[in-house]
């Protein structure tokens, strides 16, 4: 940029007053949205005296790390979800993209014969679905999920949405030419869609996995349908229990002997705060891996020749 | 050609092998229900609620040991948190998932609604059979008292029957300035002690509420929390509208005094719970439900003592007596055998501690003949005393008084009934009204009974609103629902 002529005019470029506004607009938005998440960092570390006393405050009168040591010294069960958390998002992710991204390529080559039935076969429960008891039987009776590992995986394992999207990925920036320079080359259909085809899709399917993995990590209704035992329980379905659970209970306070014996056991401000920073920490770091191929995703195929 | 002479294969093979793994799935369950054979035990599945624990396994293990040489059958305990377990159980009973026993009650997957579904199996004939224990060892009122349209449908676990209303105290601030309370019963009674605690001490909340208070009026709700009630003392079963009532009109000036004057804190309205002020010990007093010895259990849960003296009569209600049930589902294989179960669970009482406390020595230690002692592992296994069964045969914790469960007897039988006990109101006709009287309710309930409003005002629009929203259908409905229940009772 310095090497350049200054007089010369760079028409990519806005005039140094609507470049403040526009930075402004921008950089207030995303404090907005980072506020929370900070604010509920802050809290997690207050001293629950303090959060008592003087209610949320950005700089609290006095620090404390007894949320964290209540949630880690109560950590099997944490740790454990944790780990469940971390396996059906990884084991999800990959079942996931592996079936989407065929799926999708199959209804994406014309020489495919019956790629309409399909297409409209996955449309179809974009649209009108069985609804949850349904659902709920199919799950527990016809597959045996119930209680299993597979519960949490498989019932978010193809999404129509993400085979629609990679569908068009694959018709708009794989050229068919490609596809029969690879076939007069000599390969075969899974050569050509594993060296040729998913190479040049890698946008797509990073958007795609990106989505998934968020979708798994932040998934907490199967777990609540599906999973009794308590070994199988991931993180964000614990989160939700341990809500749940505290406004139930002090809705329900009229009932003596519910208020009273559940007292002991609510958590503390402090700790659930701290729950929610361990819990939401981990998928931060998923964004800038993805992101390299998201905006990659986003600007490729934005100009047809 | 030949690319589609291959797909067609391929369908084929797909559709073979879903048949296949759908034939497993199906063969699987028939042989698990055969397996109950007349010579093997029978596995009774059994949900109940609270927070999973960890060493359910082991406890449950211990008591099928018991279990299977008493009555020949084991128990699959299943524990669903408090948060869940109506969504999760509507769910379950709505597919026809297999279970024997589930946990009822009028606040959690409700006991009425879902027995008028069918969800359960009435259970009049089964506690003339195998359930005689439980009808000795209860008060007649729980069995009375949570019967739906004439049959009983779950096993009350025996418990504190009647409701009753207290005012708890801060000990501390009463001492400190000399506050007397055994002169204090209605709301209005307690304005001087407000009022000491406001010009003395700045810092403290006098009246701690939150935005599920209501004044407590001598009045039978049909619904909780809803206007429609009777009056406690009626003779007559007339249905009226509790915004109408002079005796809340009454209650809601005060509430509204006492907001003006600043006792009770300016977010009352909108703050979902008191439990800051509970944990700074900066409040005077508010109510909560008591029951007997509930005193200790406050105080040592705040580490400040708390005192408390009735704020009204200790009445039973439909609520208090559905306070906790365990039910058998319909679709129940073995009914008789559940409800030996139950029976099993409300009488003995070395199963109903294994089930409540854990393993002796492992989970807690025996310190009296009637008395035990937490040990470090109770926290892995940790389940609602009041949800399983009958309360009074468990043992006392260290530092209770030896005549708890006797308090427990005197306390319920104190209790007045409520007139409409044994009445459950049938909104299957006005489920619309119901709704839109809920919506027009949410929006000004609690700043009206919160006093943040003033009565005078506000009272007329919401009878306004709540009128246009169809609260005269559901009344009129109410009454003759009511007068025919009256009727079949004479």
Redesign the interface.
């Given at each position: 940029m310095s090497k350049r002529n200054p007089k010369e005019k760079d028409i990519h470029r806005l005039r140094g007053s609507w470049n403040v506004v526009f930075n402004l607009i921008a950089g207030i938005f995303a404090f907005l949205c980072v506020f929370p998440f900070l604010f509920v960092v802050i809290i997690s570390f207050t001293d629950?005296?303090a959060?008592?006393?003087d209610?949320y405050k950005l700089i609290p009168s006095q620090w404390s790390l007894e949320g964290y040591r209540y949630v880690f010294q109560n950590g099997?069960?944490l740790l454990n979800s944790y780990f469940v958390t971390i396996s059906v998002t990884v084991v999800g992710t990959l079942i996931s993209l592996f079936i989407t991204a065929l799926y999708a390529y199959a209804i994406s080559r014309k020489s495919f014969?019956?790629r309409n039935f399909f297409a409209f076969l996955a449309f179809f429960t974009m649209l009108f679905n069985g609804g949850?008891?349904?659902t709920?039987?199919v799950v527990?009776?016809?597959?045996?999920l119930k209680d299993t590992f597979w519960a949490l995986v498989l019932p978010l394992a193809l999404n129509a949405f993400y085979i629609m999207i990679l569908r068009t990925f694959y018709t708009t920036s794989v050229p068919d030419a490609l596809i029969e320079a690879g076939k007069i080359d000599g390969a075969g259909e899974f050569r050509i869609f594993l060296k040729v085809v998913l190479p040049l899709s890698l946008p797509g399917l990073a958007t795609i996995g990106l989505f998934s993995t968020l979708g798994y990590w932040n998934d907490w209704f199967n777990a609540?349908?599906y999973i009794?035992?308590?070994n199988l329980?991931p993180l964000q379905s614990m989160l939700?229990?341990i809500?749940?659970?505290?406004?139930?209970?002090?809705?329900?306070?009229?009932?003596?002997?519910?208020?009273?014996?559940?007292?002991?056991?609510m958590p503390q401000d402090t700790a659930r705060m701290a729950m929610v920073v361990i819990a939401t920490g981990p998928i931060i770091f998923a964004y800038p891996f993805f992101q390299r191929y998201f905006i990659q995703g986003l600007t490729i195929g934005a100009v047809k020749e | 050609m030949k690319k589609?002479k291959s797909?067609t294969i391929m369908l084929a093979t797909l559709m073979a092998c879903t048949l296949t793994l759908?034939a497993c799935?199906g063969n699987?369950?028939n042989s698990a229900s055969s397996g109950g054979s007349s010579e093997k035990p029978v596995e009774l599945i059994w949900y109940t609620i609270g927070?999973?624990?960890?060493d359910?396994d082991l406890v449950i293990a211990e008591v099928n040991k018991y279990t299977k040489e008493k009555i020949n059958a084991t128990v699959k305990m299943?524990?669903?948190?408090?948060?869940?377990y109506s969504?999760?159980m509507q769910?379950?009973a709505?597919?026809?998932?297999p279970m024997d026993i589930l946990f009822t009650s009028s606040?959690?997957f409700d006991y009425v609604q879902n027995a008028r579904k069918g969800a359960f199996t009435p259970i009049d004939d089964l506690l003339t059979k195998e359930g005689k224990g439980i009808t000795e060892t209860l008060d007649s009122a729980f069995l009375e008292g949570s019967k739906v349209d004439g049959k009983n449908y779950g096993v009350p676990a025996n418990?504190?029957l009647p409701?009753?209303e207290a005012w708890r105290f801060n000990k501390e601030l009463l001492e400190k300035y000399n506050l007397d309370i055994s002169e204090v019963k209605s709301l209005e009674s307690v304005e001087p002690l407000l009022k000491t605690i406001k010009e003395n001490e700045p810092n403290v909340t006098p009246f701690a509420i939150?935005k599920?208070y209501m004044p407590l009026m001598p009045f039978d709700y049909l619904i909780?929390k809803m206007p429609m009630a009777v009056k406690l003392d009626t003779t007559d079963y007339k249905v009226v509208n509790l915004l109408e009532t002079p005796e809340l009109k009454a209650s809601l000036a005060t509430m509204h005094k006492y907001y003006k004057a600043g006792y009770v804190s300016p977010e009352a309205a909108t703050t979902?719970?008191t439990?800051?002020?509970m944990?700074?010990g900066k409040w005077l007093m508010d109510r909560?439900?008591?029951?007997p010895l509930?005193d200790n259990?406050?105080s040592a849960?705040y580490g400040y003592p708390v005192v408390s003296t009735p704020a009204g009569d200790s009445i039973v209600f439909n609520?208090?007596v559905m306070?906790?049930m365990q039910a058998i589902s319909a679709n129940s294989k073995y009914p008789e055998k559940a409800m030996e179960f139950l029976n099993l669970l409300n009488t003995d009482k070395y199963l109903r501690n294994l089930l409540d406390s854990g393993i002796e020595k492992v989970h807690y230690e025996k310190i009296g003949e009637n008395m035990m002692k937490n040990l470090p592992d109770s926290k892995n296994y940790?389940i609602?005393?009041?949800s399983i069964g009958n309360?009074l045969l468990t043992y006392l914790n260290e530092g209770d008084p030896e005549n708890k469960w006797d308090e427990f007897k005197t306390f319920n039988d104190a209790g007045k009934n409520a007139p409409l006990l044994g009445f459950n109101f049938d909104t299957s006709k006005i489920t619309n009204e119901i709704a839109a009287v809920q919506n027009v309710k949410e929006e000004f309930w609690s700043s009206l009974m919160t006093g943040t409003v003033d009565p005078d005002v506000y009272l007329p629009k919401a009878l306004e609103k709540l009128k246009a929203a169809g609260l005269d259908k559901i009344m009129a409905e109410a009454q003759t629902q009511v007068d025919a229940w009256v009727a079949t009772k004479k």
């Open positions: 629950e005296g959060l008592a006393r209610g099997e069960a014969k019956y949850l008891v349904p709920y039987i527990t009776q016809l597959l045996g609540l349908l009794d035992n308590p329980v939700m229990r809500e749940t659970s505290m406004q139930f209970i002090l809705q329900n306070s009229q009932n003596s002997s519910l208020s009273l014996g559940a007292m002991q056991n | 589609k797909f759908s799935g699987k369950d927070a999973p624990q960890k359910t299943k524990m669903i948190d408090y948060g869940d969504q999760k769910v379950m709505a597919s026809g998932e606040w959690a418990k504190e409701a009753l939150s599920d909780e979902t719970s439990d800051d002020l944990k700074t909560a439900s008591t029951q509930a259990q406050w849960s609520w208090s306070g906790s940790d609602p005393t009041f309360v």
